[in-house]
């Protein structure tokens, strides 16, 4: 794996090992090896903590001073991770961080399926409807995991929850949530088949988010940033509302309309523990 090195340090930009990390920054490289790409001392951490399945550390001793850091690199070498060490050029070339830090996973991407859901006392699920921005999708994760949510179900076809826009975004979410992929004929058939509430939102729905009442097991549906939910979506919730809006804007960001109304199921939860 170490290829061509000057003092132990892996030096060419181009040889194997590097070439494959670098293909991780595109789709068809994660999708072909079920592999992505983490980077930063706080994100790295986060996956060791979530107990990921890491297949190789990236180290770039000139860069690496932190030492929480080290002692990060230190514990999965015990625990048999291969460590790639490379120079700082090698790094900087494999980085997207404008003062990149000197630490990167390669890291094994996990998927569960419409089967594996099930109500674990979890807050709700979030389906997101043809999500094309991963910065969204990386921020809907990352407040699915503050709200205490299961995961984020993928309809159709969407951006890649392992692109490293998504990745940095979730702030390490993307290890504590479930990630599913589904058609909409699939997600049907499994919503006929569970006693789940599916709520979806629209700006046209009559009902205000905050007069449902929300109740578990919940499945909220966001449509996409450009169309919403279609009708065919929008006829098999069970529930349709609408987040109030008195601008001369006729939407919100996806990431911010769905958040709002995770934080109403969240703060409904709340209030109904609260009085038992």
Not at 82 to 100: I, N, Q, Y
Not at 186 to 201: E, N, P, S
Request: with cysteine.
């Amino acid at each position: 794996m170490n290829g061509p090195a000057v003092n132990g340090l892996v030096s060419n930009l181009h040889c194997a090992a590097v070439k494959k990390i670098r293909s991780l920054h595109h789709r068809k490289g994660r999708e072909e090896s079920g592999l992505f790409f983490v980077e930063g001392i706080h994100i790295v951490a986060e996956a060791v903590q979530a107990g990921a399945a890491i297949m190789q550390l990236v180290v770039a001793p000139s860069l690496l001073t932190s030492r929480f850091a080290l002692e990060v690199v230190e514990s999965r070498r015990r625990a048999g991770v291969a460590c790639l060490e490379v120079s700082e050029e090698v790094f900087k070339s494999l980085s997207t961080k404008e003062h990149p830090q000197g630490l990167a996973a390669v890291v094994r991407q996990q998927w569960s399926t419409l089967a594996d859901v099930c109500y674990r006392r979890e807050l709700c699920w979030v389906a997101l409807s043809g999500v094309q921005d991963p910065g969204n999708l990386g921020a809907i994760l990352r407040t699915c995991d503050a709200v205490g949510a299961a995961g984020v179900i993928l309809v159709g076809h969407t951006t890649d929850p392992y692109d490293p826009e998504a990745v940095r975004a979730s702030m390490g979410a993307i290890f504590s949530q479930r990630v599913i992929r589904a058609d909409l004929p699939q997600l049907a058939a499994w919503k006929a088949a569970r006693r789940f509430q599916l709520v979806g939102t629209s700006g046209a729905a009559s009902t205000d988010y905050r007069s449902l009442v929300y109740r578990p097991p919940l499945l909220l549906w966001m449509g996409s940033e450009q169309h919403g939910l279609s009708a065919e979506e929008m006829a098999l919730c069970d529930a349709m509302v609408r987040i109030p809006m008195v601008g001369r804007g006729d939407s919100l960001n996806l990431a911010v309309a769905t958040g709002v109304v995770l934080y109403e199921v969240f703060n409904q939860r709340r209030a109904t523990e609260a009085a038992a």
